[in-house]
């Protein structure tokens, strides 16, 4: 294991993984899991977006996409309408059904990465999160 925890593209990996499984389980009352969350998430930091947009932006598969976006129609989280400024496209909007679920999950979102995070102090939480996001943003190539 030595090999493994010296690599830290390993450890982010599981890093990943224990993040999904504690997210899941938190959500698992409401029937979504974490891809769902993701796309919500999205959807609030905005007036809505095409799918492929969705797709691009969260990294999932288009076909992903697609029965994500049903799955929270179902449920009254989202919608699709037609765009504004392209009738043949459809833009995924968040519903005001979907904002109250956010809010609802806000208290344990935090807590999930609270536990995840546990073994950090703040000061640690705030330059690991500073890091990930300049890694999260680079552009391929650059």
């Known amino acids: ?14 890093l990943g993984l224990r993040s999904g499984q504690l997210f899941n389980a938190c959500l698992q009352e409401s029937g979504l899991r974490l891809r769902h969350y993701a796309v919500l998430r ?6 809505g977006a095409l799918q492929r947009e969705l797709s691009a932006r969260l990294g999932y ?4 996409i697609v029965g994500l976006v049903d799955d929270l129609e179902k449920l009254g989280f ?3 309408r037609p765009a504004p400024d392209d009738r043949r496209s459809r833009i995924v909007v968040l519903t005001e ?7 609802d999950t806000d208290q344990a979102s935090r807590r999930v ?5 546990g073994p950090l102090d703040a000061d640690e939480r705030e ?3 500073a890091l990930l996001l300049r890694i999260a943003e680079e552009k391929p190539g650059n």
């Open 1 to 14: 294991m030595r090999a493994l925890h010296a690599d830290t593209g390993y450890l982010l990996y599981r």
């Open 42 to 47: 999205f959807l609030a930091t905005g007036e």
């Open 61 to 64: 598969d288009p076909s992903a």
């Open 78 to 80: 989202a919608e699709r």
């Open 97 to 103: 059904d979907g904002r109250g679920f956010l809010r």
């Open 113 to 117: 990465t609270g536990d995840l995070l």
């Open 127 to 129: 330059t690991l999160h």
